[in-house]
């Protein structure tokens, strides 16, 4: 503590990310990552733009990443915001549209980096309990608010909500804005980017962490009413010109061209998660249903605490949430490659056998 | 303009980096890069990290390269912060040290993301001119405030502050804090850096932009005593936990390593401006002093913006400042290589000859 410190510095309670563990040896399903590389085609063009031009500044409205993006959704440029990781870009929407005098709805059991926003930016929000299914249940948002923020699949009980109480919801919350955070979506959730183009308070936004594999790269963006990009720009822009570097901008270009190896690589994450789901009942798990690259589940008999430090002792490390109490039990599983999740569950049939 | 939008966002003037153009054959000297590419071991690492580690999530802490540039300057690990460009790392700066009752300082002739940041972070500011020399006097900095900020050698006039005048200033200044932006300090300006291990109102900031030849990864980083470092990062880690991607994290630490190559370009680039100032001179130029890898002149007689269309339809692109007033007429030529300001020089003749 300093007296140098801004007022807000001493009331932050920062988000503290998955363990990104020092050790090689260790099978690594806690933070989400793809088991899967980027497309050789994407590290190809890093390489070939790894030159002498790294000395000038990238575009700084990553124009032809936009477009990429813009065609590839069939929407405007105008409709594309993009950040340095879908992160940054939701601090900046939560910044440039979320503050207002009302205080904005999210779930009681979500991303936890949303209440770490808010005392960012000093915004107030109220959080709304997931039903007891653990799902987001939207009746329960349509109290006045200053907006409303959820990712869907919701994290980390990985449940996806259906695009037609979205939808629904969209035409009776239009006096302020829906985001829709769907870092996970393209493991089986339907998105809902179409209906930007139809309802002006809806923002969603993507991430290249997940099914595009370029966690290491930081790269996601946002799709909206171009007056909803313009102020995610203005912020932008008031605060660091630059964000995307010269690599990131190839590499997000080139991931959208090779859409082939991107359906694939989803397609392998999600069949090897329903195999793993069915595994994981059979050995007493309960398992909530996923929409995402991970699954989150709770044995039914042994404490998830004890089985979570003891797949550490194997070299597996997963990840669990002391909070709140009703998820404490539960582990997230992220979806690994077929390998590690058949280490994975012989791993646990042994534990759970001891 | 939309009823979604924060209420700052309206208030917003937003900073306008230099043109990025896209014609291939300009001579670009607009925007102070290095004319000289990093070094060649530099992209060598990026292309040999270039691979399926991609899929993971970069070090959210970036302790690699935090220890390697606390080990380059003397100081501890806990006295480094490192972000997405120098111009993040002052963002955060600003939102985390510079928000207080009373208005923080800097010139009226400066870098002109400043006041950027206090809008969209709502800190009150003074402006607090140069004197007739354009030259910081600090004398004019020590009522009351809530920080003060300025770069050395300031930008765009490029004239040095003399170390022995800021340190007489942190005495004096004891009660707020002083970030001293260098992110030109390695083109002929003695740096704090040192002097923040005696003082600890003081924080200094440094980029790799301009003499480490990476504007295209962005990269920066600040040094100070840890109570203000910690500050940034539980402002970063409310923010964007992973602000340096895996290959920025390697390419800078190489950029450390190899200092040989980089002490080699920063005296290439001060032995270029060198022999610039004097030919400008001859062009009947005022010349500012500067410590920086550009310099700042007016022709006695030939109009600036007139000077600046003319050289850019001969395909050279300089920047101009069209406020405040008095150096509306000086133009701020970038040192690029010998060739480019030989051809610069043989233009800015045929245009004065004219």
């Not at 989400?32 to 002498?52: A, C, L, R, T």
Request: charged share 20%.
């Amino acid at each position: 503590m300093s007296k140098f410190w801004s007022k807000v510095v001493h009331t932050l309670t920062p988000y503290i990310p998955g363990e990104q563990p020092k050790l090689n040896n260790l099978i690594k399903l806690n933070t989400n990552e793809n088991p899967y590389g980027p497309s050789s085609k994407v590290i190809n063009v890093i390489k070939q733009f790894s030159d002498d031009t790294l000395r000038l500044y990238p575009d700084p409205n990553s124009e032809a990443l936009k477009k990429m993006i813009a065609d590839y959704f069939k929407v405007n440029i105008n409709n594309i915001f993009v950040g340095n990781g879908s992160d940054e870009v939701l601090a900046i929407a939560f910044q440039a549209l979320l503050k207002h005098d009302r205080p904005i709805l999210f779930p009681d059991i979500t991303y936890s980096f949303y209440p770490a926003y808010c005392k960012l930016y000093e915004i107030d929000f109220k959080i709304i309990p997931l039903n007891e299914s653990f799902e987001i249940a939207l009746e329960g948002y349509l109290a006045p608010n200053g907006g409303v923020i959820f990712p869907n699949p919701n994290a980390p009980t990985g449940i996806p909500l259906p695009l037609n109480q979205i939808e629904k919801f969209l035409k009776k919350n239009n006096d302020s804005l829906l985001i829709v955070d769907e870092a996970y979506v393209d493991f089986g959730t339907e998105s809902a980017v179409h209906l930007t183009q139809k309802y002006y308070n809806l923002l969603v936004t993507h991430s290249f962490s997940k099914s595009r594999a370029l966690a290491g790269l930081r790269l996601g963006y946002a799709i909206g009413h171009q007056d909803l990009i313009e102020a995610l720009i203005r912020v932008k822009d008031s605060f660091n010109s630059y964000p995307i570097d010269r690599l990131a901008l190839v590499a997000g270009i080139e991931s959208f061209k090779d859409d082939l190896y991107f359906k694939n690589i989803c397609q392998k994450v999600i069949a090897t998660k329903l195999k793993f789901v069915n595994e994981l009942a059979s050995l007493n798990f309960l398992v909530l249903p996923s929409g995402a690259n991970f699954v989150f589940a709770k044995h039914l008999s042994k404490d998830g605490k004890l089985i979570v430090s003891e797949l550490r002792e194997h070299g597996i490390v997963v990840r669990r949430f002391d909070k709140p109490v009703r998820i404490s039990s539960y582990i997230r599983f992220t979806i690994g490659s077929d390998d590690e999740m058949d280490t994975l569950l012989k791993t646990l049939k042994l534990i759970l056998s001891a």
